[in-house]
């Protein structure tokens, strides 16, 4: 349940001792007292079983959520159970693994309402989230009825919609195809910058020359083979096409850069050999071509 503990004091609550014992029953209290801040318990008074009336000092984690929404917080864990117990059947580290670089790729320039991303907690691991169903369906053009009707998907409590990890590599596919341009840019960024720690030996090539620079370059080096087979997946959910498209985008940003360098060598040549006007002039027109 929620944090804000101001009103719990007179109000019932769902209650159960194994707070992991997903789809088991819960019952019902009052809570009658407050616990000091750093104690997280609640003073709470049993309403039912040969126990009722009695109360007792209880951990707030057991306070599941308050007893209105009992039914509707048991039917939510009930479905939630379903969608893993089909979602184990299909995951694999790699392919879970190629999903979340999809999702966060074009979850980077969501706001935090609309992001899609594969579950946190150890039980919800394989499942797909989607915090705002219809702001992610018309930011990224999703068909949100047809997402609705995927089996063991449903919306909970929250309004988050959740479905098993069949759906979250269905959607993957979906979002490369559509948008490979942003999903390739991500893992050829995140390959980019792993190259230049295991060549530079850190971070960012200026990293200092008294640092150890071996734990780096392992690290850059194991994440490399590791991400290897997920970025071969990533690409091929995008397609040959898109990916070689792509890699002939790339090469003409490295012949620009290129380009682009050989000028400025040659603004400081013209400059140090007495053409500064000349110097002046080329300046300028790099500058007008960085702006576009």
């Known amino acids: 349940m929620g944090s804000d503990w101001a009103d719990s004091v007179g109000q019932r609550f769902a209650y159960r001792a194994r707070v992991r014992a997903y789809g088991e029953p819960v019952r019902p209290v009052e809570v009658v007292k407050e616990g000091p801040p750093r104690s997280n318990k609640a003073r709470v008074r049993w309403l039912d079983g040969e ?37 184990e ?5 790699v392919t879970w693994e190629a999903a979340g670089e999809v999702f966060g790729a074009l979850s980077e320039h969501s706001s935090p309402q609309e992001e899609i991303f594969l579950g946190y907690r150890a039980i919800e691991y394989d499942l797909l989230f989607v915090q705002d169903l219809d702001a992610a369906a018309l930011r990224l053009g999703l068909d949100k009825d047809a997402m609705l009707d995927e089996p063991y998907a449903f919306v909970d409590r929250l309004g ?23 999903v390739l840019g991500r893992i050829q960024k995140e390959e980019d910058e792993l190259r230049q720690e295991l060549v530079s030996g850190g971070p960012v090539p200026s990293h200092a020359w008294w640092v150890d620079s071996a734990p780096y370059r392992e690290r850059a080096e194991e994440r490399l083979r590791k991400v290897e087979p997920v970025h071969a997946l990533v690409r091929e959910w995008c397609g040959r096409e ?3 498209e792509f890699d002939q985008i790339l090469a003409l940003r490295e012949e620009v850069d290129r380009l682009r360098k050989l000028a400025q060598e040659t603004v400081r040549w013209l ?11 080329l300046r300028r027109e790099l500058d007008q071509d960085s702006e576009l």
Not at 68 to 82: K, P, S
């Open 160 to 182: 988050w919609y959740r479905a098993p990890f069949q759906t979250a590599v269905k959607l993957a596919k979906d979002l490369c195809r559509r948008f490979p341009q942003k």
């Open 89 to 93: 059947e299909a995951s694999d580290e």
């Open 242 to 244: 898109a990916s070689e």
């Open 271 to 281: 400059k140090d050999n007495g053409h500064p006007v000349k110097a002046g002039l």
């Open 51 to 87: 126990y009722e009336g009695l109360e007792e000092w209880v951990p707030k984690i057991r306070l599941l959520a308050p007893w209105e929404e009992a039914e509707a917080f048991l039917e939510e864990e009930r479905q939630m159970l379903a969608a893993v117990e089909v979602s």
